[in-house]
Structure formats: structure tokens, C-alpha cells
């Protein structure tokens, strides 16, 4: 195999996993990478591992340098076991002289591995250790995403080894940001944002100002996922910029579920208003979209508009599902609003107004709801819902100030 160069003597020696769709509960329809970097000095080191069952394609890759017995430390830039499955088998073969991590990444490997005799070395913020002609230094990320998280930085080549931040899933024989199409890139990269990071956004916007206020200079960002990024830096700069303030593109997103369809057709009049209003809009039924791909519509998105039938006094279990997921990953800067059809008790409209007002979303409308299937009089009233949402949201998008409605049911 042709070792893949990043910069004079530094290597990615990770692996690629073709296979897998799901990584906990996101559906990573692109597979993924576990990216590891391999830098040869007088200390050589090892940076990051991969999942467990791909320690063979690690050590076949390392070989392809040098003999993996001459590695002397290995840096764990996070303990998640996509990039540190293999460590136990990794740390018997290699032997290292130290393994590097964070306070916090020395107390989460002893949780994993229990394994009291490794020879952890402790870096604190700002630490710099001498390779020999490279120089490396760390800056804690704790809880991006996991209390362990810290980054590493190559003075010498200016390469900031990121962990999980700024990476994406996407399995691809290129290894470069400009190998692959952009778009498709930005879009994994905005869908990574959305499961992973959107809780701790204000730790990012934290994050992003130190980086800058260190005037750090970056060649390259290498991530544990994905590509390398060399040539597109500035255009994931700006793009967690924005994220890390939710920042949503004007657009309306109708989320809905539906037994018999009558939330169905009162989605689409809905659509319509908004339409009316100018405003671009998507309908998304969760029974053909999955979980994932919606938060990365949510993200981007400025008003969320739910649609539920009621299904044994709740919601149905995928809505359900959803705003739980939703609710975990805590995006704001929204407005929201409920609707849906219901029988004879009617609860769904309420309990998912319930979840937007926790999530602090700016609530427009008290919610419609419609008994049974909606005849003509009630398409023009969710109609004139849209008009409303379209209206309102001209408005906050104009930085008026937009207050929740009291009334809600
Ligand atoms: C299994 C089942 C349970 C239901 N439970 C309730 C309920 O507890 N309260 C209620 O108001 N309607 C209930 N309904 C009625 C539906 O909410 C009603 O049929 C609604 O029009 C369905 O909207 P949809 O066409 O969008 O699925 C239930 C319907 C089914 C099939
Ligand atoms: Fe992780
Ligand atoms: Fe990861």
C-alpha cells in the first residue's frame, strides 16, 4: 500500500469502513472513515486508533512505514470506541512509552479498559512536548464532544488534529477535502454538526473564538473522520460559525406523521400558505425520512412545523421518537408551531407544543387541530396557518421581536 503523506514524515494510517449504516441511531448512508495519523520523529507517534474491528487495516498501514514496535507514544485524542476499540490490542503489540491523553481521557480509558499499569502521561491546556524536529501541543475540547475530547496540533506542519470535530461520515478512497465533490462533502459535514455537536454549540462558538484569538496558523485540519482539510479550512470555519448559532436559512420545515392521512392533507395546505408567503418550505413525512437526515434539515432550518395525529391519548411513536431525539440535540433560534387530526380526545397538538416550548422555541400559533378528516373549511384555515408562520417569520427574520403565543393548546 502507498502510505498517504499529509506533510513530510506525518501519515494517516486509519481505516475505512465501507460497511456501516448506522452509528448509533445516526444512519451514516456514506459509511465512514476512523482516521489515525502516524508521525515519524525521533519519538514516533501514533495519533488516535480505530474501532475494534479494524486494527488489522491500522497495523497494515503503520507496517507500510515502519515497524508498529517503534512507536513510542500514542496520542488518544478522545476515548469513544470508534477511535479507541482497538487500543488494548494496539498498546499489547506496540509497547508504547507513553499514552498521551487529557485529564479527563486518562479517567475515561481506566473506565473503559481498566487498565491500571498503561503508562498514561497527563497533558494539560497548552502543553507543548518535543518529538525531536516536531513539536506538539494540546488544547482541551472538553464535552466536544465527550468530557475526554482534546485536540493536537503539529507546530511545525501547522496540522490541528481535531478528534471528532470538523470531521464528517463518508467513506471514500480520497482523503483530501479537495478529492471529493464539495457539496456532497458540505452536506456530511452539516449532517455530522447536527447529531453530534448541536447540544454543546455554545462551547463551539467558545471554541471558535479561541482558535482565533490564538491566530493559530492552519495547513490543514485532520480530523477522525472523513477527509483532510487543506483546501476548504475557511469554508468550515465559516460553516461552524454558523451552526454554533442555529442559524436558519429563512426556510419552513412541515415534519409530520400520519395514519389515514388527514394530518397529511392539512400539511399541505399548510405548504401552501406558505407558499403564498414566499417562503421555501420541505414536507417531511418521518415514516420515509430518517431521524438524522431530518436534525440536518432542522439545523439550517427557521421554523419547524409538527404534524400529528393523536394515537392512544399521545403521539405517534415515530413523532415521539423524533422530538425526543430533537429535544437531546437542543437546537434554538426557531419558531415552531402544532397541528394534526385527532378522533374525540385530541392530546398530540398539545404534547408536541409542550416539546417546542421546552426546546425555548418562539411558539406563533395556540396549534390547529382538525376532528376526523378535514373538509374544505378546514384546508382553508390551515391555509391561512401558513399565511400566519409565513408572516411571523418574515418578521423574525427582519429581527423583530417575535413573543411566544400564551395561549397555546
Ligand atoms: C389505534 C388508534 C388509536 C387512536 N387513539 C386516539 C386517541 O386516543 N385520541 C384521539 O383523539 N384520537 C385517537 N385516534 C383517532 C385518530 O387520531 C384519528 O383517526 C385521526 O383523524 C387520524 O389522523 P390521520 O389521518 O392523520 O392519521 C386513534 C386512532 C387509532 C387508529
Ligand atoms: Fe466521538
Ligand atoms: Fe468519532
Known sequence: MKPIEL???????????WLTRDFHGYSTNRGTTYNAYLIIDEKVTLIDTVKKPYRNELMHHIRSIIDPAKIDYIVVNHVEMDHSGSLPEVVKEIN????ICSKMGQKALLKHFHQEDWPYHVVSPGEELSLGEKTLSFLETRMLHWPDSMFTYVKEDQILFSSDAFGE???TSERFDDEVNLDVLMHESTKYYANILTLYSPLVKKLLAKVAEMDLPIKMIAPDHGVVWRSHIDKILEAYGRWCVHEGKGNALIIYDTMWDSTRLMAKGIAEGLQEQGIPYKMINLQVNHRSDVMTDVLEASAIILGCPTLN?????RMAGFLM???GLRPTNKIGVAFGSYGWSGEAVKLMNKAMTEMK???CHPGLKVQYVPEETD????IQLGNTIGKTLQDFLAGKEINSVEDII
Open 96 to 99: 508504547p512509552e507513553k499514552i
Open 169 to 171: 461520515h463518508l467513506a
Open 7 to 17: 506533510a513530510k514524515n506525518v501519515y494517516w494510517v486509519g481505516a475505512i469502513d
Open 325 to 327: 431525539y430533537m429535544r
Open 379 to 382: 384546508l382553508t384555515e390551515c
Open 313 to 317: 391519548n399521545g403521539m405517534l411513536p
Open 361 to 363: 422555541f418562539t411558539i
